[in-house]
């Protein structure tokens, strides 16, 4: 008699018999949901190609060229608690983050970084509905690539309204694609890729046009990088609007892209759902230890920020004078409107040991590095003979 493998013990201890045969390329061994097939796929920002006698540099995924500011390479080089869980609750951080935002420890939670905090919230109120239809969630497209995918693996629909001419939202209408099976709505400010940032006045439209029990997410990835008084603070807007949840991450303006640490902000007739949605363990301590140090000198955070702003402004700058018309950004980079020239720059930039980000026939995005890789950034701008339009 053959043994039992230990598979087919194991499916037979939990009840279940072993297959009636080996799989075949027509019988597929595992069954993935069907939403897997209709999700696009993420797509990273690439490293830049090596040339010979040129520094590479990655423009592909809106890092900090500076990174993280001293207090927090100690907490990194002196960190041994890698056997030890971390506290799950982030208690400490949310004290920290309270203090410096001026709101309740209990309105924030934390989450493995700003799309660990969506996807929080997603879970906490998207899926099916009772009658078994999807739940419906309205968001700008193009917008950060990252939100189609998490909607679908929370069970929801989303309902993608195309931006302006200019690269902003919509508002009216993705006011007007809200229905009675809309659970959320997503606002990108500033809009990853295109750059426009939304205004307070042209949100608080928004929030008067949406019925109160859908929720409102103000994605802020970006906010540190914004100078204009007018544009909406999404910290100042959900003390007066219940359904507001807010989300910022550590990765950009702080330089912690690699740990992986960002949160939401909302009421805790919110936070409570969020908390349940939160998996076990999701925000490192490390993590954790080291956001504290960059909050407490966040000082010298500013001032990172600022050096990219000033290269924001030298960038555009730059632009202007070669006639290359962009979106306003307030973010740390800048879309180029390529069209079907996209791939062609791409690979200039690539034959230049450059990374920028493509986005199909539609457009480049080019994140705000070092001065050098800038300075590089314009010089094939100039070269290029296809300029974008808006």
């Known amino acids: ?51 010979e006698g040129l520094v590479s540099y990655k423009l592909s995924s809106n890092e900090n060229p500076f990174g993280p500011v001293p207090a927090v390479k100690e907490v990194l080089s002196g960190w041994d608690a890698v056997h030890r869980y971390p506290e799950t609750t982030s208690a400490e951080l949310r004290e920290v983050l309270g203090e410096f935002l001026g ?42 690539e990252a939100y189609p995918i998490s909607i679908g693996l929370s069970g929801g629909l989303g309902v993608p309204v195309p931006n302006r001419r200019d690269g902003s939202h919509d508002l009216e209408a993705m006011a007007a694609a809200v229905t009675g099976r809309t659970k959320v709505v997503l606002l990108c400010t500033p809009n990853n890729p295109t750059g426009p940032s939304l205004t307070t006045a042209q949100v608080e439209r928004f929030l008067a046009a949406v019925p109160r ?78 956001a504290i140090a960059s909050v407490r000198h966040y000082d010298q955070v500013a001032e990172r920020v600022q050096r990219v702003v000033d290269e924001r402004e030298r960038v555009l700058a730059g632009l202007d004078r070669l006639g290359w018309p962009y979106p306003e950004t307030q973010a740390n980079f800048v879309w180029l409107n390529l069209g079907e020239h996209s791939g062609g720059f791409a690979e200039l930039c690539d034959a230049h040991a450059l990374a ?27 070269q290029f003979p296809h300029p974008p339009v808006l």
């Open 356 to 382: 920028v980000r493509r986005f199909g026939a539609e457009g480049v995005r080019v994140t705000i590095g070092e001065p050098e890789a800038n300075t590089r950034f314009l010089e094939l701008c100039a």
């Open 1 to 51: 008699m053959t043994p039992m493998s230990t598979s087919d013990a194991t499916r037979t201890l939990a009840g279940t018999a072993p297959a009636s045969g080996p799989a075949t390329a027509t019988t597929p061994a595992v069954r993935p949901r069907p939403a897997l097939s209709r999700l696009p796929r993420y797509a990273a920002g690439k490293p830049p190609v090596v040339v």
């Open 103 to 144: 709101v309740p420890a209990e309105d924030i939670v934390t989450g493995a970084g700003s799309l660990g905090a969506l996807n929080q919230l997603l879970g906490a109120f998207v899926g099916a509905g009772e009658d078994g239809s999807p739940d419906e969630v309205v968001h700008a497209w193009r917008s950060f």
């Open 213 to 290: 029990d859908v929720v409102v997410v103000i994605d802020e990835a970006y906010q540190e990088f914004q100078r204009r008084d007018d544009l909406v603070d999404g910290v100042a807007l959900y003390r007066r609007h219940p359904n507001v949840v807010v989300l910022r991450t550590f990765s950009k303006a702080h330089g912690l892209a690699g740990l992986r640490i960002g949160y939401s902000v909302a009421g805790q007739e919110i936070t409570q759902y969020l908390r349940q949605a939160s998996p076990a363990f999701s925000v490192t301590d490390l993590a954790q230890r080291a």
